[in-house]
Nanobody, 124 residues
């Protein structure tokens, strides 16, 4: 059973950058689509970005142009580069592996397993 571990979160000021990492401690995500979601207090978990095993990427409108998702299958690692951070980006960020293709990829139920998350806090 693959286990995913996120890291790289922190407290930054608006306009700053962070680089989040997602590493597979066991198993592999080569051949699978991978994604980042985020969740703020009182809100549902929302889709942030996805990278297919082919390298094709997709972003939510609010992060397009500011965030960049990438992966290294040989290293079983995925990253999310966060630039020009805004207070609205404050959330716990989670990585996940695609579980089923029968549910739209923007829905959390399409992804399993999940990591435990890494907190990103952006002050104004």
């Amino acid at each position: 059973q693959i286990q995913l571990v996120e890291s790289g979160g922190g407290l930054v000021q608006a306009g700053d950058s962070l680089r989040l990492s997602c590493a597979a401690s066991e198993g592999t995500f080569a051949g699978y689509d991978m994604a980042w979601f985020r969740q703020s207090p009182g809100k549902e978990r929302e889709f942030v970005a996805r990278i297919k095993h082919s390298g094709d990427t997709r972003y939510t409108d609010s992060t397009k142009g500011r965030f960049t998702i990438s992966r290294d299958n040989a290293e079983n690692t995925m990253w999310l580069q966060l630039n020009s951070l805004k207070p609205d980006d404050t959330a716990v960020y989670y990585c996940a592996r695609r579980y089923t293709l029968t549910i739209p990829e923007i829905l959390p139920s399409s992804w399993h397993p999940w990591g435990h998350g890494t907190q990103v806090a952006v002050s104004s």
